[in-house]
């Protein structure tokens, strides 16, 4: 008796407190047996109870998975006949499933292994789904046994809609997928701008995600870092909500009102937003800032090696063999941010468009626009040169989209768009439904 003392002493300071529970509350469960019925420490007797002393904290955990049955129910009770070794085969199967909550630091196999269930199972499982190396914390794992102690099923919870399961199929597993479909609900966000945009929607419940999407929709119509104080939004959300939480969202239209004038954008079943016409918003670029397409002397290149230096100085942009003298056209509608003679640029033109594009024209002759001047596609902006860091006369002419330099020759432009047909008639249905929805406040 006193041996069992010790032992569980001693195995009680070195488990974390969750298990010193347990061990606490089965350790006075084993003194009352041994109390009522001491017949239980016969030396032939293979009593389950004196074996749960001895367990490792691996297989307390085995004995244990589930946290929502008290453990003081698991035991079996003096009174009941139970078979000797029962509280090994029954408490993990009571329940048919278990469940596991992943953690810090668990991987499939440590999750699993744990539960008897072999390394061969698990590389099965990985060989179906590759993500199952990549648990994340929170998410649930359950699984089911055969009556042999075989894995038939495991689940595999990824995020509150999708749960991944795996059933025994032949000789190994196959996989299936439920997606949990949400309600989509539609909501009215009404709000007045006082400060930024960004705040002001916030403030009216827009989430992070929905704002630029607002902001992206009504992109090629006004600059929202000009709206001013006392202009109006309303936005409708499309809503997929479920268990109370907005899932994911959609943009279905939005009224912004700056000026005393109305901005719409409404989404059409493409995806694509356009104004209550059906015409497109962006009226889409040119590829080339002149009206004849010239020789390209120099390429766009952001790891070109300076042959002089030695050094990396990147070409961001691209040359154009261009006579002194030739207009330059804007590629697309927008505003001259930037119009001077800087150093090594010569005279150079930056253009913004929308809030994710910006074009820049160097080496010109002759400026034709000002900052803060609105432009339109196709518009005159300076005459080509030869002036700043240029061995000949070229045009130096870049395109930015989100603050990085792309290859003007192959990236992937704004169009012009717009719809035709019975998908216009279909979108202007549409317009009548959704704009009266977006009442200012
Ligand atoms: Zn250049």
Avoid: C
Avoid at 122 to 140: E, F, P, T, W, Y
Avoid at 159 to 181: A, H, L, N, V
Avoid at 410 to 426: F, V
């Amino acid at each position: 008796m006193q041996q069992i003392a010790r032992a569980v002493a001693m195995a009680f300071n070195t488990l974390p407190r969750t298990h010193r529970i347990m061990l606490g509350s089965l350790t006075v469960v084993t003194l009352a047996v041994s109390v009522w019925r001491p017949y239980v420490y016969h030396p032939v007797s293979n009593s389950p109870i004196v074996k749960t002393v001895e367990l490792e904290k691996n297989q307390l955990r085995t004995l244990l998975p589930e946290a929502s049955e008290p453990i003081d129910q698991a035991p079996p009770t003096p009174e009941e006949d139970v078979p000797k070794d029962e509280i090994d085969e029954d408490v993990p199967n009571e329940t048919g499933t278990h469940d596991y909550v992943v953690s810090s630091g668990d991987t499939l196999s440590s999750v699993l292994n744990q539960y008897g269930i072999d390394m061969g199972v698990i590389s099965q499982l990985v060989k179906v789904d590759n993500d199952l190396r990549n648990l994340r914390v929170g998410q649930q794992l359950s699984w089911t046994l055969t009556d042999d102690g075989q894995l038939q099923r495991l689940s595999w919870e990824t995020s509150r809609r999708e749960t991944r399961i795996y059933d025994r199929f032949g000789d190994g597993f196959k996989s299936s997928s439920e997606i949990q479909k949400g309600e989509w609900q539609n909501s009215v966000l009404a709000g007045t701008v006082n400060g930024s945009f960004v705040s002001s929607a916030r403030q009216a419940g827009l989430s992070g995600g929905e704002i630029s999407a607002v902001i992206k929709a009504l992109q090629w119509q006004l600059d929202f870092r000009k709206l001013r104080k006392g202009d109006r939004f309303s936005v409708l959300m499309s809503r997929e909500m479920l268990d109370g939480k907005s899932e994911q969202s959609h943009l279905a239209g939005v009224r912004l009102q700056s000026g005393g004038k109305d901005y719409y954008a409404i989404r059409a079943e493409d995806g694509k937003f356009y104004d209550r016409s059906g015409s497109g918003l962006a009226r889409g670029f040119m590829r080339f800032p002149t009206v004849k397409q010239y020789r390209v002397s120099s390429n766009f290149n952001p790891r070109r090696v300076n042959p002089v230096t030695g050094r990396v100085a990147p070409h961001r942009g691209v040359d154009f063999a261009v006579p002194i003298g030739t207009p330059v056209l804007a590629v697309g509608d927008g505003e001259v941010i930037v119009a001077k003679r800087s150093g090594g640029a010569g005279n150079y033109i930056a253009v913004r468009h929308g809030r994710q594009y910006m074009t820049r024209y160097m080496h010109l002759k002759k400026l034709l626009v000002k900052p803060g001047q609105k432009v339109k596609r196709g518009d005159r902006i300076g005459l080509t040169g030869n002036t700043g860091r240029s061995t000949g006369p070229h045009l130096h002419y870049e395109i930015w989209i989100n603050n990085q330099a792309v290859n003007p020759l192959t990236a992937k432009l704004p169009r012009m768009e717009g719809l035709t047909g019975k998908d216009r008639s279909d979108y202007l249905a549409r317009v009548r439904e959704v704009t009266p929805k977006l009442k200012l406040q």
